[in-house]
């Protein structure tokens, strides 16, 4: 993987490249994100980056044949590590029993997330693991000279599996045979032993920019841009829930969201009824993404009317939606309380509530609010 196809994070990209070049890169390096904000395609793109022949300031070259062999992810010197299941009864689990499984999952994947992977070696209820003799083995492994003489490195994507059994790597973390670099991805340090976090140094990642994951959108999935907009600014910097969204999403909702807005605030019965009884047969994933997209612009018209100088960088229509719903000067109280009605329903059908009675008991609840009417009190 190149730089280049890991989405945004200018940040930490410059941060790995300073501490490469300036011959500061820590033996034992924890790069830190929620899922979907891309912490293993930044590790990949950095390991073939180090390892690359005609590496420039900023990228590999994506052609090389070291660059050809870690793209795949068969460089012999190039270990990784992640959680994985016994691949029989009475057998223990082991990355290795599971390469080829993990290759074409990065391939389809890169931001594909734990819990998605366990489902592609089909774990179905069993846990993930990284086990103590995947440690061991991690031991050993690093200990042998480098097949090509150069620098070794580990990966180990979500130590968070490793739970106490990290304390079979502790030495090793803090003192790693010469010109070994081992890469922890990780997404919660709650979860990790505190004796490895204090031998590691940190690279944090943010959410990604909602501009770079538009332009992602647009380059890699061919949608429009308005649709890559909306998506953007809907999935909490994330690019793998965007690619989910843009999957279960092909329309343009903008329409629809005017539609919502209209007869909310005209309190129009009969619309809602019609509206609700649409809706209700659309998909879980694309009733959700309509609901995070309300949910989004109604965010931006409380932030601002906080911060009215603030430039969201919305696509035109939605701004002008926006400025609409500042322009009515309801209390930001109910702004939120509308939020909250919609947050609860976006939850409840991803719980599998009923969508239609959802949809509807929603609807009314956001008229009453939008024409200043007191919600009723059921208990
Ligand atoms: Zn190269």
Not at 359 to 367: E, F, N, R
Request: proline fraction near 5%; charged fraction near 20%; hydrophobic fraction near 40%.
């Amino acid at each position: 993987m190149l730089f280049e196809s890991v989405v945004g994070q200018q940040r930490a990209k410059q941060q790995l490249l300073q501490m490469w070049s300036e011959s500061r890169l820590p033996h034992a390096l924890l790069v830190l994100g929620n899922a979907g904000h891309g912490g293993l395609p930044i590790v990949l793109a950095f390991v073939q980056y180090l390892f690359c022949k005609n590496k420039q300031a900023h990228d590999a070259c994506g052609t090389c044949d070291e660059c050809n062999r870690i793209a795949k992810l068969e460089h012999p010197d190039v270990h990784i590590s992640f959680p994985s299941i016994p691949p029989k009864p009475n057998t223990k689990a082991m990355s290795m029993h599971f390469m080829k499984e993990f290759r074409e999952f990065i391939k389809q994947h890169p931001y594909g997330s734990t819990f998605e992977w366990l489902q592609h070696i089909q774990a179905e209820n069993k846990q993930g693991n990284i086990t103590a003799e995947e440690c061991r083995q991690i031991i050993e492994t690093l200990h042998l000279k480098s097949y090509e003489g150069k620098q070794k490195v580990q990966i180990i994507w979500r130590p968070e599996y490793l739970g106490k059994e990290g304390n079979i790597l502790l030495k090793l973390i803090e003192e790693p045979p010469a010109n070994t670099y081992i890469f922890l991805v990780a997404e919660q340090t709650e979860m990790i032993l505190p004796t490895i976090l204090s031998r590691t140094q940190t690279v944090k990642l943010s959410p990604i920019d909602v501009a770079d994951i538009a332009v992602a959108l647009t380059n890699n999935l061919s949608i429009d841009s308005h649709k890559a907009s909306q998506i953007a600014q809907t999935c909490n910097g994330s690019y793998a829930e965007a690619l989910s969204l843009a999957q279960h999403s092909q329309n343009n909702l903008f329409p629809e969201v005017k539609r919502f807005f209209n007869m909310v605030f005209t309190n129009n019965r009969l619309e809602i009824s019609k509206f609700v009884e649409q809706w209700s047969k659309a998909g879980r994933e694309e009733q959700k993404f309509f609901l995070q997209y309300i949910i989004q612009l109604l965010g931006q018209a409380i932030r601002l009317s906080y911060l009215p100088s603030q430039n969201a960088a919305l696509p035109p229509e939605d701004a002008t939606l926006v400025q609409k719903l500042i322009a009515k000067k309801m209390p930001n109280e109910i702004l939120y309380e509308m939020v909250e009605q919609l947050a609860a329903t976006s939850y409840n059908i991803e719980r599998n509530a009923h969508g239609k009675t959802q949809l509807h008991a929603m609807c009314i609840k956001v008229a009453l609010l939008a024409n200043g009417l007191k919600l009723p009190q059921w208990n």
